[in-house]
């Protein structure tokens, strides 16, 4: 499979399957699901080239595994990243250890005032790991890494969740659990 090809149609399924479906007329369930016919056929009429052999290549080696199948491999989904309104039945979880985010510089000023925000997304995206918070942080320029306080949120009444490949996720991160 063509590197390339693979990239490519991994960062269309993003757009369409987490942000804008109505970009090749697909409709999404409420949970967030496709009909995998029906985005093959729609992403074809809208010369976006696919094919099972390809989507299943994509969701099964993507570096993030950022799509997953329903059991009968009839429907298809982002596990996290959605900016539109999806229930994704996601799994409350209790963090027993601090939780990271990358993010740069520029957004510092705010995110001491306001805490961390969801934005445009559904969630606040974190990390188990600093690894994965620099290569987040990174998208964007020189990467900061936040420490997150997630055990005294959770102790708190925060709910945290994290999604099927591993991405934790939260409502809000209000700035006094924030080591900067
Ligand atoms: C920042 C990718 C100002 C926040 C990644 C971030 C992740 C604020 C940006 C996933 C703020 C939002 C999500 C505030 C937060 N004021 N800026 N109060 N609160 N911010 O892309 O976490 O590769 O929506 O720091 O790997 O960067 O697409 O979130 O810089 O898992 O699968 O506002 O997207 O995954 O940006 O990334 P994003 P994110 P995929």
């Known amino acids: 499979m063509n590197e390339n090809i693979i ?43 696919l094919d099972h052999a390809l989507l299943d290549y994509v969701v099964e080696n993507n570096d993030k595994k950022r799509f997953a199948f329903n059991e009968d491999k009839t429907k298809i989904r982002a596990s996290q990243g959605h900016s539109i309104s999806v229930e994704l039945e996601l799994k409350e979880i209790e963090p027993i250890h601090f939780l990271y985010h990358g993010t740069v ?32 942080g990174s998208r964007r320029g020189k990467p900061v890494i936040l420490s997150i306080n997630a055990p005294k949120m959770h102790a708190d009444g925060y709910s945290f969740y994290v999604s099927e490949n591993g991405v934790w996720l939260t409502d809000q991160v ?5 080591e900067f």
């Open 7 to 49: 990239k490519s149609t991994s960062k269309f399924l993003s757009l369409v399957l987490r942000h804008a479906p109505e970009k090749i007329a697909l409709t999404l369930d409420e949970n967030g699901w496709a009909n995998v016919e029906e985005l093959i056929i729609q992403c074809n009429k809208f010369h976006k080239k």
């Open 105 to 136: 510089d520029k957004f510092l000023p705010a995110i001491r005032k306001e805490g961390l925000l969801k934005m445009s997304r559904q969630h606040v995206h974190l990390s188990q790991d600093r690894e994965t918070a620099i290569k987040v």
């Open 174 to 178: 209000p700035a006094e659990y924030i």
